[in-house]
């Protein structure tokens, strides 16, 4: 009894509070075949007008880094991305957001963003473009193929600070 009224507070406590991790959440499916793969939807700014972050393919991660105009967020350690990174990304490993806070005031909130990390068995890319809709940034997406995928399709990189 004790059991059932314990996961009855909770899960009511869990509904009603503002960071309460609720009961339905939006799932975005990635794939269509057997390596399909369920995220949910990024959508926490309130400044953003019902814009959530969402999953860029390879081919619009590599227009937007041909055109200039996004900013490319690694969400890896410092170590991985010292030995490869897309060109002119900045690291911000997801678990340092807060030290970053300074560096990412001084960037335009209009800017469009792409976050990655290592690849589909990563997740830091989403938790980071979450931290970043928070904070108030408009144009926030990941790439879910991430490092592993941008490498593998030969595309520009780097090593290094």
Known sequence: MLLGVSALLGVA???VLPNGIGLKTEITMLGTDSTAVAI???LINPNTDGESASNVSL???YS???DGT???IDARSPD???AGHIQQSINIPVQ???DS???LENLDFNRPIITYCDGEDCNASIDLAADLKMMGFVHVNFFFGGWQEWRDAGYPTEEGP
């Open 70 to 72: 996004a900013l490319f």
């Open 96 to 98: 340092a957001f807060m």
């Open 64 to 66: 937007l880094f041909e």
């Open 40 to 42: 949910p939807a990024v």
């Open 101 to 103: 806070l300074l560096y």
């Open 59 to 61: 081919a619009e991660a």
């Open 13 to 15: 406590a869990q509904t």
């Open 80 to 82: 991985e991305f010292r």
